[in-house]
Structures are given as structure tokens and as C-alpha cells.
């Protein structure tokens, strides 16, 4: 079946650096990507939209200066946190469609901020 | 805005009952839903997909159906076993994706 693969799946970083997180199609082409985040015992919560070639549909709430969202390609999407604070530290999860419709999610990234 | 609910928060039954859970939204202008499990620390595992022409889905052991008009969907589990313990969600494709906050499932052998 298709694949999404993320990475990383787990990084540490330093109030105040940026992260990037990948999300990668490997077998499909992916017209839309998801961005989401789930706090402990928390739903999912959609962050942003990304359709390739364009820039990101936000979220109510969701800082576009803060979470940048690329889209370059119809396998690549990634999502770069930057100047991360402890606030930000939360599971974030991509997830694909292509041409069937069906969605397909990375295995999540677990972002921890000191 | 499309609303997703899960009903119930969370169930814990016994090895071998059959089980269902339920999941409605507020917009019946969907083009599918789909329901995932999820593991804990992990990312969501696609179970079923119900497109917005279909009434329902099966696979193995577990059954999706959708009312459209009504604006709700069941997910099946018979014979339920330890390993089916877990949070399964629904979403709900429109113009984005929704989901709902889950029913944490537990198996008890």
C-alpha cells in the first residue's frame, strides 16, 4: 500500500532554533498534505493545508510566520518550526492524499523543545 | 464548519463481544470518512474508507457503515480481542479533513 514517510521521528532542540520536519509520498503522488498536531490525550488538530505549487491554508489559531509550510513537490511537503518555544512541544503528524483519496499518515514527528 | 463527534469516549469490554462505535458530523456535503486506529506515541493507521456514494465498507473483522443524510457512521468490531485495544477516530473528508476525538477502546482478555 502507499507510503508517507517522516522524518525525523523524534528531535530535542534548544528554545529558540528552528526545526524542519519531512513528509515524503514514496509511492504516490500527493496533490494534498496535512499538517497536524496532537497534545497529550488530545485530538489531532489540523494545522495547515498544502496543496503543491501553492502556499499553505492555516488553521484558525495557527501562526503561518511560526509553522512554514513547503509544498515544492507532489511528494514532498515539510513543516518547519521556527524559533521553537516549550509551547510547541507536541506530536505532529503529516498525512497524504493522491488520486484514490484515501489519506495516509507519516508516523508522526515527537518534538520536544527545552 | 464541519463537527466531528465520537461516541463513546471510551469503552472497555471483553475479549470476544462485539462492539460498535459511533461517529457523526454536522455537514453531510462529504466526499468520504475514513476510520484509523491509533496506537499510543503513534501515528494513525488507516482502517476503513467509505466513499460518499458507498454505505458501507468491510474488512476482516470490522464493518464501517455510512448514513450521509443523517450525518453518521458506525465502525463494527466483532469478536473483539486484546490487540484491537486502541483509539480509533473518524474523519471526514470535505474541502479539508476533520476529525473526531476518538473512543479509546480496551480489550480485556
Known amino acids: 500500500g502507499a507510503v508517507v514517510s517522516q522524518h525525523p521521528s523524534w528531535v530535542i532542540c534548544k528554545s529558540g532554533t528552528s526545526v524542519k520536519i519531512e513528509c515524503r509520498s514514496l509511492?504516490?503522488?500527493?496533490?494534498?498534505m496535512f499538517w497536524y498536531r496532537q497534545f497529550p490525550k488530545q485530538s489531532l488538530m489540523l494545522m495547515a493545508t498544502?496543496?503543491?505549487?501553492?502556499?499553505?491554508?492555516?488553521e484558525q489559531g495557527v501562526e503561518k510566520d511560526k509553522f512554514l509550510i513547503n509544498h515544492a513537490s507532489l511528494t514532498l511537503s515539510t513543516l518547519t518550526v521556527t524559533s521553537a518555544h516549550p509551547e510547541d512541544s507536541s506530536f505532529y503528524i503529516c498525512?497524504?492524499?493522491?488520486?484514490?483519496?484515501?489519506?495516509?499518515f507519516g508516523s508522526g514527528t515527537q518534538l520536544s523543545v527545552l | 464548519k464541519q463537527e466531528v463527534t465520537q461516541i463513546p469516549a471510551a469503552l472497555s469490554v471483553p475479549e470476544g463481544e462485539n462492539l460498535v462505535l459511533n461517529c457523526s458530523f454536522t455537514?453531510?456535503?462529504?466526499?468520504?470518512l475514513q476510520w484509523f486506529r491509533q496506537d499510543p506515541g503513534k501515528g494513525l493507521t488507516s482502517l476503513l474508507l467509505?466513499?460518499?456514494?458507498?454505505r458501507e465498507q468491510t474488512s476482516g473483522r470490522l464493518n464501517a457503515s455510512l448514513d450521509k443524510s443523517s450525518g453518521r457512521s458506525t465502525l463494527y468490531i466483532a469478536a473483539s480481542q486484546p490487540g484491537d485495544s486502541a483509539t480509533y477516530l473518524c474523519?471526514?473528508?470535505?474541502?479539508?479533513?476533520?476529525f473526531g476525538a476518538g473512543t479509546r477502546l480496551t480489550v480485556k482478555p
Open positions: 498525512s497524504a492524499i493522491g488520486a484514490s483519496e484515501k489519506l495516509f
Open positions: 467509505i466513499q460518499s456514494s458507498q
Open positions: 474523519a471526514v473528508r470535505d474541502n479539508d479533513m476533520r
Open positions: 509511492d504516490f503522488q500527493a496533490t494534498t
Open positions: 498544502s496543496n503543491e505549487g501553492s502556499k499553505a491554508t492555516y
Open positions: 455537514d453531510s456535503a462529504i466526499y468520504n
